[in-house]
Nanobody, 125 residues
Framework: VQLQASGGGSVQAGGSLRLSCAAS????????MGWFRQAPGKERECVAA????????YYVDDVRGRFIISKEKDKPMMTLQMNSLKPEDTAVYYC???????????????????WGQGTLVTVSS
């Protein structure tokens, strides 16, 4: 499965950006899709994830209430709406997916089947 990410860019603190990720080249009947980010000198972390049906989501604490992950049921595309952006949100963002629906394993990077290319998000103060 190939993942194609789009969106990102530069914005001032307090602004908003939207990331999208589309999957192709395979089929899913279940699974998890989500976004990871990696800032310079830091480990890659899961920012948000959503199950295939779109009714279960995970957010890391420091984006909860600011970021919204969404996905149409049974469609291989998800979006991440990022609001109230902070300079500390600056990072390369990667979309990722796994096929089995193992949310905890996905968010802890123990089970990732596909990675998309990174897209840079820069938030200036």
């Amino acid at each position: 499965v190939q993942l194609q990410a789009s969106g990102g860019g530069s914005v001032q603190a307090g602004g908003s950006l939207r990331l999208s990720c589309a999957a192709s080249g395979g089929t899913f009947s279940s699974g998890v899709m989500g976004w990871f980010r990696q800032a310079p000198g830091k480990e890659r972390e899961c920012v948000a994830a959503i199950n295939w049906s779109g009714d279960g989501a995970y957010y890391v604490d420091d984006v909860r209430g600011r970021f919204i992950i969404s996905k149409e049921k049974d469609k291989p595309m998800m979006t991440l709406q990022m609001n109230s952006l902070k300079p500390e949100d600056t990072a390369v963002y990667y979309c990722a997916a796994e096929r089995r629906g193992w949310m905890v394993a996905f968010t802890t990077k123990r089970k990732i089947d596909s990675w998309g290319q990174g897209t840079l998000v820069t938030v200036s103060s």
